[in-house]
């Protein structure tokens, strides 16, 4: 087994110090019900674990208030008594097609989330999406290191740093 010390670099003490000025997390139960300013982040095929129901979960990630940065998820099942609803949340998601279950979801896609809180039958609460609604796409944030677009002037205001000289090296 490994020393504490010898992954922390030699600052051990700061370390010490940190721990003893920190509080514990709490524990990380279902959000509240209510709606929730969200990004569809994630889409993929599964199968349930008790019986292998084929199904599609959605990811949304809270993107705005206390509970930024959480996740909910939808499941769309695949069987023909949910099929009906299945087909109407994913066309809301641009969904349309069997297919297109096999491609990411596209990004940015603004939803307002309606999560509940539900007990399920081992006792536990966990988050439901009981609806949601599609309000935009977002424009995602500009990469400052992303290179520019031919054509565009990298410095446009003749203050560019180009003292660099990578054959200085």
């Known amino acids: 087994m490994g020393r504490l010390s010898d992954?922390?670099?030699g600052s051990g003490s700061d370390f010490n110090d940190r721990w003893n000025a920190t509080a514990a997390a709490g524990e990380f139960g279902p959000v509240p019900r209510g709606v929730y300013v969200c990004?569809?982040?994630k889409g993929e095929l599964e199968s349930s674990r008790s019986k292998s129901t084929p199904g599609y979960k959605v990811e949304f990630t809270v993107i705005d208030g206390d509970f930024q940065g959480r996740k909910?998820?939808?499941d769309c099942w695949?069987?023909?008594a949910a099929l009906p609803q299945s087909k109407r949340d994913l066309a809301k998601l641009g969904i349309t097609s069997p297919a297109q279950m096999e491609h990411p979801l596209p990004k940015w896609i603004r939803c307002n989330v309606t999560a509940v809180v539900r007990r399920d039958d081992d006792g536990i609460e966990r988050n439901k999406v009981q609806t949601f609604e599609v309000v935009g796409i977002d424009k995602?944030?500009?990469d400052a290191f992303a290179p520019k677009p031919p054509g565009e002037a990298a410095d446009t205001n003749g203050e560019a740093d180009t003292s660099f000289d990578p054959s200085k090296l």
């Open 7 to 9: 992954i922390l670099n």
């Open 39 to 41: 990004h569809a982040t």
């Open 72 to 74: 909910l998820w939808l």
């Open 78 to 80: 695949l069987t023909p």
């Open 140 to 142: 995602p944030e500009a």
